[in-house]
């Protein structure tokens, strides 16, 4: 019997065991089965090592275990990162209607930068970071 062989008649006897079992350790099915897509994916990737084991299918378990605590734990501390950090900051919209100047400079004028409102009645952020030469016409 080859390695596929092996693999692929495993999967057919075992996978929905493995899915249930994994499902009593996660509570969602969604993450279960993909726990245990993890772990046939793994035995693919060595099917020489995965064939000579004694026990496949305690193998097969155990990587879906592992792998849906591993999923968990980095879950929980992205979790605890954004409670810390908070809800991300306003965005203040920066169409042509929301400027706070009622006439524009002659780079957004031009159609150079429309997406940057004038911020003063003189100057524009375009104009400010870049050289004079760009704000020249034709350019």
């Known amino acids: 019997?080859?390695?596929?062989?092996?693999?692929?008649?495993?999967?057919?006897?075992?996978?929905?065991?493995?899915?249930?079992?994994?499902?009593?350790?996660?509570?969602?099915?969604?993450?279960?089965?993909?726990?245990?897509?993890?772990?046939f994916t793994r035995a693919l990737m060595a099917p020489g090592r995965f064939a000579g084991l004694e026990n496949p299918e305690a193998?097969?378990?155990?990587?879906?275990?592992?792998w849906a605590r591993s999923r968990f734990r980095r879950r929980r501390?992205?979790?605890?990162?954004?409670?810390?950090?908070?809800p991300p900051p306003a965005v203040a919209d920066h169409s042509p209607e929301h400027s706070p100047c009622s006439r524009r400079c002659a780079c957004c004028?031009?159609?150079?930068?429309?997406?940057?409102?004038?911020?003063?009645?003189?100057?524009?952020?375009?104009t400010r970071s870049r050289p004079r030469w760009a704000c020249r016409p034709g350019r």
């Open 77 to 86: 501390m992205l979790d605890g990162l954004l409670r810390r950090i908070g």
């Open 59 to 66: 193998w097969l378990r155990r990587v879906a275990v592992n």
């Open 1 to 39: 019997m080859s390695d596929g062989d092996l693999i692929s008649e495993l999967y057919a006897g075992c996978f929905r065991r493995l899915v249930v079992q994994l499902y009593a350790v996660t509570g969602d099915l969604t993450e279960a089965q993909e726990a245990v897509q993890e772990a």
């Open 109 to 126: 004028r031009r159609g150079s930068v429309s997406r940057w409102p004038c911020t003063t009645s003189s100057t524009c952020r375009w």
